[in-house]
């Protein structure tokens, strides 16, 4: 059968960087790049109850006070490395919902681009690594977060994507750096810690002194807004004050505490509840360190993502306080871990699933499951990972 011009075309080889792709390949990222921006933009519009309840206050603030020069001022409870995104929104439009959407937007195609490069560097196959790039960029929960919810979880979780690159790549400096960056973002990065203190113990890229970047970052990004003026005791405790702001076990996300009655708004014994849960994760993560620690394997780069994302899960599952949208990493984590094996995405679309049911009652006001059975669905999700984790470690030891 004579070959057509536009297959002798669309099967061309072409050459970016180390990567060899066809123009077919380069089409179809170029067609998901635009229809997934098409569909961000659509939800433009939408002001959610966190947008008119505390953004837009702030980006008012913002501008009454000279936009960076309002840096001396503390108006969110946000780090200064998000409020100089907000002061920069300032000066590029008059539109703040649609300005601070945009910040979201930009960091999903840069979390794209880190999972199409985990995924390469894991398997070297293009195709599978252009379809976890797919999957992240249609995913609902990152969707939802950025361009209809109007939050910023993306940042510092694609920084922390780049970080597990660079895991893989065997770059402990590059690796705990963009850790730094992702902590001087949100608290919530230390949720990966765990995963590179293990990592170290096993002696898999990850160098004990390259630790201490990630305070050194996020001192290192307070500096502009100290020298604006801002009080740099006030800076260096934002984190401090945040944990202190909601005493209830969980905020709506389905972890051990919704089982437990601890949900927003009751207050059975959160103190007790909580300070016991804190001491159990602890003890659950120091029984994975020294089991991994007397097992004579080697870390494959399989057994680290799956690794990486049984202990984030569990992390959020045990851990008191956490909000609705904490589980953001634990779904892109879940991204790479379902791509790379496709007979595992059903696990990754369980895990999207609970994170879409579980933004609702902020979204709409609604609970379409109660947050009991989340809790006991998001349960059975991490016992599937867990067991997968102990299947290849038991493949490995023999």
């Keep these: ?9 669309m099967f061309q080889r072409v050459k970016i960087g180390k990567i060899k792709f066809q123009v ?7 067609c998901l790049f635009v229809f997934a921006f098409m569909i961000r933009w659509k939800l433009m519009p939408v002001e959610s109850a966190d947008y008119w309840g505390f953004l837009e206050g702030w980006m008012a603030q913002i501008r009454s006070g000279g936009g960076f020069r309002s840096l001396s001022q503390s108006i969110s409870n946000y780090t200064a490395p998000y409020m100089y995104l907000m002061c920069l929104v300032s000066y590029i439009t008059d539109n703040d919902l649609y300005g601070l959407k945009m910040i979201s937007v930009f960091f999903d195609y840069s979390a794209a681009a ?13 195709k599978k690594s252009i379809l976890g790039m797919a ?8 969707i939802l977060d950025g361009a209809y919810w109007c939050q910023c979880d993306i940042i510092y979780t694609g920084f922390l994507l780049y970080a597990l690159y660079f895991f893989l790549k065997g770059n402990s400096r590059c690796c705990l750096i963009f850790t730094g960056i992702s ?5 919530q990065a230390v949720f990966i810690l765990p995963f590179f203190i293990i990592m170290w113990l096993k002696k898999r890229t990850v160098k004990l002194p390259d630790f201490l970047w990630i305070p050194v ?7 502009p807004a100290y020298l604006f003026g801002r009080d740099f005791k006030e800076l260096m405790t934002v984190y401090f004050e945040q944990t202190n702001t909601y005493p209830w076990g969980t905020l709506e996300y389905p972890n051990i505490y919704a089982l437990l009655g ?3 708004p009751d207050m059975r014994h959160a103190a007790e509840v909580s300070g016991a849960g804190t001491f159990m994760t602890i003890i659950i993560l120091g029984c994975i360190a020294y089991y991994l620690y007397t097992q004579n394997i080697k870390i494959t780069d399989e057994l680290a993502v799956t690794l990486a994302l049984f202990t984030v899960a569990l992390i959020v599952y045990s851990l008191p306080h956490m909000h609705d949208r904490y589980g953001f990493l634990i779904d892109l984590l879940a991204i790479i871990y379902g791509t790379v094996r496709v007979r595992r995405l059903p696990v990754t679309c369980g895990f999207m699933l609970i994170s879409v049911l ?3 009652p902020y979204l709409i006001a609604v609970h379409l499951v109660p947050i009991t059975y989340l809790a006991i669905g998001l349960l059975g999700l991490i016992v599937c990972v867990g067991l997968d984790l102990y299947g290849q470690i038991r493949e490995l030891s023999i």
Excluded: W
Aim: proline share 2%.
């Design 135 to 142: 999957v992240l960029l249609l995913s609902p929960t990152v």
């Design 262 to 264: 601890e949900a927003m």
């Design 183 to 187: 902590f001087a973002f949100k608290l």
């Design 358 to 360: 579980t933004f609702m």
């Design 24 to 30: 077919v390949d380069l089409v179809f990222i170029l």
């Design 114 to 126: 880190a999972v199409f490069l985990i995924i390469y560097e894991m398997s070297g196959n293009v």
């Design 1 to 9: 059968m004579e070959e057509r011009t536009i297959d002798r075309v």
């Design 217 to 223: 970052i996020y001192v290192i990004s307070s500096l």
